[in-house]
């Protein structure tokens, strides 16, 4: 199965718990094994459970892509020598970095895939350029549908994305162009917009909150490149 629904202690906002990247998964501590064993059968990735300055929401704090995973420059020591240790015994190619910016929900204002990244016009030119540098991709600063929280309104992997709905034609011409990958706009979890806090996702799968409908599975399937 490329697609599967699933909760995290009853929340349908796995993206809030988490983040996929084609190379590896992060998600927050102490899920039950059997929604451990979902994640590694439709992601086809290793798992690292972890937090984040001591908080569960790693989806929030962390951004990334194949080539670096980021997190905020409070992260605890611990945290970080442990996801690094991971990533060395999975034998990953994948650097974790602190990121110093007075931003720290990098997830919600960070969207990335091995071709590009959007990142939030809250972020500096300087700090663009950095990201740029450190994820080995374009970056582009800007919005989705008005929306600061780029990270939160949308997922993109290497095979396609999905955002929300009030996104424009132009921004959907825009960051087919950016990504690389044809783009759509949808929902998921019965109607909630910010995809991105709804599931997890990369090129072998995506694992949506359980609340998500029927039409809103195919429609996501299509958008992420899952539809024959």
């Not at 349908?12 to 994640?39: I, M, N």
């Not at 001591?54 to 951004?63: C, D, L, T, W, Y």
């Not at 670096?68 to 015994?89: F, N």
């Not at 110093?100 to 091995?114: H, R, V, W």
């Amino acid at each position: 199965m490329h697609i599967e629904r699933l909760d995290f202690e009853n929340s349908p906002y796995l993206g809030v718990y988490g983040l996929a990247t084609d190379r590896v998964v992060l998600v927050r501590e102490g899920l039950q094994e059997r929604k451990l064993e979902v994640l590694r059968e439709v992601l086809k990735a290793p798992i690292i459970e972890t937090s984040i300055m001591k908080s569960r929401i790693v989806g929030i704090f962390a951004a990334g892509n194949s080539n670096a995973i980021l997190v905020p420059w409070y992260v605890w020591d611990a945290e970080l020598e442990h996801i690094k240790g991971q990533l060395k015994e999975y034998n990953i190619e994948t650097q974790v970095v602190p990121f110093k910016s007075t931003l720290t929900a990098l997830g919600n204002l960070i969207l990335a895939n091995d071709n590009a990244a959007l990142i939030s016009a809250k972020f500096s030119r300087e700090e663009a350029k950095e990201l740029e540098d450190l994820l080995g991709v374009e970056v582009e600063r800007g919005f989705i549908a008005q929306y600061h929280a780029v990270g939160s309104a949308g997922v993109v992997t290497n095979k396609g994305g999905l955002v929300h709905p009030e996104a424009t034609d132009e921004e959907l011409e825009w960051l087919r162009d950016l990504f690389k990958v044809d783009v759509y706009v949808g929902t998921a979890n019965m109607g909630v917009p910010f995809v991105g806090s709804c599931m997890l996702a990369n090129s072998h799968g995506v694992v949506v909150g359980h609340l998500t409908t029927g039409p809103e599975i195919v429609k996501i399937e299509e958008a992420l490149g899952f539809l024959d």
